[in-house]
């Protein structure tokens, strides 16, 4: 299955943008549009009874591929959308996300060209321009809401069509002891290619993995899912496919479109809906480190209940008549039921006026208590306005006096439960003034948790009112179960286990922590923090736990062995690559750097939620510009981040309108075989034939598409094939670096990489003819204007690089130009063209090859545009591989120095194989001309040193992809 992640610099115009679903409308489809492998009498009936000719396009091919490692999902859509119609039609991508989760990467591709999306800075005020499309707000909908919806509209051009790619990234939450993938399937219409594949890999074994029937309905799982009633089917959806090992687990949707019409016939399918959890021991938890952060995974289990101290504080005004009333009563009687002896607990109902259930005091949990207070639940009527403010007061007030009176329990756990459906419009209705008077009334002695019900709530007020007070906050939609939600809330909450939880790691090991101290851990939750290391050499780093739990104190500590860990968690990482489903290989360069997104995104949301904390404007834009330069260095779209993308535009002749100016193009470059961060640039020759200036780096992965990413090491061999041409091989092993050319005419067709017939990889390259410059000994130089890369594992795919285009076929077949920058992965392999700079392919995960791109703006005649090539990384090629360059890399080779011959000055020869090869010392330029290598040169083409003859690496075209059939050199 296609999966493209591209980046490309575009000036921006217009963005994408998130809004509230509309799933309200059948979408009427025309099955003649799709490409479909089954005959029309197959088509259920209900399905042919919305036929209509409608001009919108259809949806061919919807691929959404997730890699869940250690609780952290990465998730890509590819969504592809066919043009029939002869005139331009506007095309709507729009796909649900969960409300948690960041956009990190949007891309289009119509009519050949590549728009790629960026990442900017939210500023205060956007004015709209005449005549331009107005910057909307791609990601900055409230936090709180249950899902957002990411919306696209472009034109596609007439009998065309356009490719659509998102990528976000999420980290999954426990709650009641299991975690929840959510995907959203509501593609609107049927689709003629529908795929979902889910890998999960964890630290830990797996369990008690679900994967529950497809959830229907408007909303999405945000607002705590588990709590959503269970249907009594609980068979996983048709054509679902589970494979799980111990610590992987895939599972695989793919109903074609019949099987999707018995579902529904207006594409809304549902959500599919994995939950699973992990093994997990007692002690100080799991922590994984890589690449210098590490991240901690907490969560204790087998220990005692906390009692807790609860006062619920219920809206009862008139907007809450009916069903609301109604289903938030019948929540309230069972969570009754759950009450434990130990707990203390109260009631309040507002509205105009406030009631208290039991005046002054909390109650113990009896059966008379009990009888009682469901009494009061049952009576409750809806009636008058919303005191919010005076309701807070109340309940606060009712806790604190009890928390200083002789009955409380000096560990116990208390916390307020407040729900309304509506904004305060009794009393204090300004949100400020409530928020101060509820930090007033708090004293920071409890939490209050806060639930929204329907939309006429102001979640920004709840919202803060639960940070500012070690709370959380939940949204419960019009058409949700109520009660079934409120029980799930409550229950997530309803079992603490642990107060006062400090976590500390050793000092000066450690910077940039996020979140260490918490108010209290519910079981079946966890707690997730993340860091960086200050000193990657360290042998191990002290971990301590300190905490409350009912009458007596909490102290774990270990040390955790740094070395150990990292080894563990590369592991854990290429199982992570090793089980990907095909075409979602390049999400392996992703998780390469997963436990520094974890504490990237943490960091991200915690920056948000200190700003809605903050408490003087200073602050608050401190706390705003962290958040925000956060997201940009991981082009998170956050709810301080814009996200912006050049607008599409289809001229008369049913073309694309061309790019505007290129911004200047970041390159990727390799060092002089030495590992480099990604950071240093390698300049290739710029239009006027100078080093070109050092710009800022670009991501080489699906999803991490970031304009300044973290830094990663790279390696990139000396051994290339460049300029004249001149080859270059290193021995590492040997410690030696060998040279020589190959005076080829133009036209030939040189073998550089063969390895067919075990990794399929082959690579070739196209020779051209310049003339010689001036007093230069030679008739004319040849250069490499073309190269190939074919592929034929797992299935066929080839690259074909010139000085000004990539040709790119796989599923799909793609040109892009070479002054853009862009990633483009086929499913098979991927590209990374560095505008004007160089392009790298890489196969697998393990091969890699580098090609520089030479240009000139006003070429002398000798001068022609034209390609070097490098070998990046080799791993992944077998040890029978062949060609000029590919038959060295398993080589070990020696020099040795032959005594002199008269007067004559000693020689030295190269010893290769079972051949002695005449070599003289020489110094070469690579890289551009950036660095020099000292050699050994081999004369006359090589003879001796290479297997065979030059003759016998002349392919009969770019693709052809022979194996070596001679076997070693004639001495």
């Not at 209900?46 to 952290?72: A, M």
């Not at 990663?712 to 030696?736: C, M, N, Q, R, Y």
Request: glycine share 6%; net charge positive; with cysteine.
């Amino acid at each position: 299955m296609l999966l493209f992640a591209l980046l490309v610099c575009f000036s921006p115009n217009v963005l994408g943008q998130l809004e509230e679903s509309q799933f309200g409308d059948e979408v009427a489809i025309d099955l003649a549009d799709f490409d479909l492998d089954i005959a029309p009498r197959r088509v259920p009936r209900q399905v042919k009874t919305i036929l209509s000719k409608e001009t919108k396009p259809h949806i061919q091919e919807l691929s959404i591929k997730t890699t869940i490692i250690s609780r952290y999902a990465f998730t890509a859509v590819y969504c592809a959308m066919l043009n029939r119609h002869t005139a331009a039609t506007e095309g709507v991508f729009q796909f649900q996300i969960p409300s948690g989760a960041y956009v990190s990467n949007f891309t289009m591709i119509i009519g050949g060209r590549v728009y790629q999306s960026e990442v900017k800075p939210k500023e205060k005020r956007v004015k709209q321009e005449s005549g331009k499309a107005k910057n909307k707000e791609a990601g900055n909908a409230s936090p709180v809401q249950e899902a957002e919806v990411f919306k696209m509209a472009a034109n596609i051009p007439g009998r065309n069509r356009a490719i659509f790619l998102l990528t976000y990234e999420e980290l999954l939450e426990r709650r009641l002891g299991r975690y929840e993938h959510v995907t959203s399937l509501r593609p609107l219409q049927l689709v003629s290619r529908l795929s979902l594949d889910v890998t999960v890999v964890d630290h830990s074994p797996i369990t008690d993995l679900q994967v529950l029937p497809l959830r229907n309905g408007r909303t999405s799982s945000g607002a705590n899912t588990n709590a959503q009633k269970t249907p009594a089917k609980t068979e996983p959806p048709v054509t679902t496919v589970i494979k799980k090992e111990k610590n992987v687990c895939k599972i695989t949707f793919s109903p074609n479109i019949v099987q999707q019409a018995k579902i529904t016939t207006n594409g809304l399918l549902g959500e599919f809906v994995i939950r699973y959890d992990v093994q997990r021991d007692m002690g100080i938890g799991d922590i994984q480190v890589l690449n210098g952060h590490f991240v901690h995974y907490f969560a204790p289990k087998d220990l005692p209940v906390v009692p807790k101290n609860v006062v619920f504080v219920i809206d009862t005004s008139a907007s809450m008549l009916g069903t609301k009333i109604r289903q938030t009563k019948d929540a309230l009687f069972t969570i009754l039921r759950d009450l434990r002896p130990g707990d203390r607990f109260n009631f309040i109902s507002f509205s105009n006026k406030i009631k208290v259930w039991q005046p002054n005091r909390l109650v113990p949990v009896t059966p008379l208590n009990v009888r009682d207070a469901k009494k009061f639940i049952y009576t409750l009527a809806t009636t008058g306005g919303t005191n919010i403010d005076g309701a807070i007061q109340t309940g606060s007030s009712l806790l604190r006096e009890y928390l200083s009176g002789p009955d409380a329990s000096p560990n116990s756990v208390s916390l307020v439960i407040f729900l309304t459906d509506g904004r305060p419009t009794v009393g204090e209705v300004q949100s400020t003034a409530i928020l101060g008077n509820t930090r007033t009334a708090v004293q920071e002695k409890f939490c209050i948790f806060t639930i929204g019900l329907g939309n006429d709530v102001d979640y920004r007020l709840l919202e803060r009112m639960s940070l500012e007070n070690c709370g959380m906050m939940r949204r419960i939609s019009e058409d949700a179960d109520a009660s079934a939600m409120l029980k799930g809330f409550y229950d997530e909450i309803g079992t603490p286990l642990l107060s006062d939880i400090r976590i500390n790691y050793t000092q000066d090991s450690v910077q940039y922590v996020t979140q260490h101290l918490f108010t209290n851990y519910f079981n079946g939750s966890e707690i997730v923090i993340a860091g960086k290391l200050t000193n990657r050499s360290a042998e191990s780093l002290h971990v301590q736990v300190t905490a409350s739990n009912n009458d007596r104190n909490i102290i774990l500590e270990t040390d955790v062995p740094l070395r150990h860990r990292q080894i563990e968690t590369e592991k854990h990482v290429q199982a992570a690559t090793a089980a990907m489903a095909e075409g979602a290989k390049l999400l392996g360069s992703m998780t390469d750097d997963f436990v520094e997104r974890v504490w990237g995104f943490l960091s991200v949301k915690e920056g948000l939620r200190s700003r809605l904390r903050s408490q003087t404007s200073k602050e608050r834009e401190e706390h705003i510009q962290q958040a925000t330069n956060l997201s940009l260095t991981y082009h998170f779209l956050s709810p301080v981040t814009n996200l912006v993308v050049e607008k599409p535009e289809v001229l008369a002749d049913n073309t694309m309108a061309p790019a505007p100016n290129i911004a200047p193009a970041p390159t990727v470059a390799p060092g002089a075989g030495e590992t480099m961060s990604a950071d240093n640039d390698l300049p290739g020759d710029t239009e006027d034939g100078k080093p070109g200036r050092p710009t800022s780096s670009v991501s080489n992965s699906i999803g991490k598409v970031q304009r300044r990413p973290a830094k990663k090491s790279i390696t990139v061999s000396k051994t290339s094939a460049d300029g004249d041409p001149h080859f270059v091989v290193e021995f590492p092993l040997s410690k030696l670096t060998v040279c020589f050319n190959i005076n080829g005419e133009p036209g030939h067709v040189l073998r550089l990489v063969s390895d067919h017939k075990y990794s399929g990889v082959t690579v070739n390259g196209k020779l051209i003819g310049a003339p010689a410059p001036p007093g230069s000994h030679k008739q004319q130089r040849t250069y490499f204007s073309t190269i190939t890369i074919v592929v034929d594992r797992p299935k066929r795919a080839y690259i074909e690089v010139t000085p000004k285009k990539v040709i790119l076929d796989g599923r799909d077949r793609m040109v892009l130009p070479c002054h853009s920058t862009v990633l483009v992965d086929s499913g098979v392999l991927s590209v990374s063209i560095a505008g004007k700079s160089n392009v790298t392919v890489t196969v697998g995960g393990n091969i890699s090859f580098v090609i520089l791109l030479h240009q000139y703006k006003n070429p002398a005649p000798y001068q022609r545009d034209h390609l070097g090539f490098y070998i990046g990384q080799s791993k992944g090629l077998s040890h029978s591989c062949h060609g000029l360059l590919g038959q060295f890399l398993y080589e070990e080779v020696g020099v040795a120095e032959l005594p002199a011959d008269g007067d004559a000055k000693p020689s030295s020869v190269l010893k290769v194989k079972d051949r002695a090869v005449p070599v003289v010392q020489k110094s070469r330029r690579i890289y551009s001309g950036t660095q020099s290598v000292d050699c050994w040169f081999a004369r006359n083409n090589a003879a001796k040193l290479i297997d065979g003859q030059y003759e016998d690496y002349l392919m009969s075209h770019m693709f052809d992809t022979g194996d070596w059939a001679h076997g070693t050199n004639r001495v």
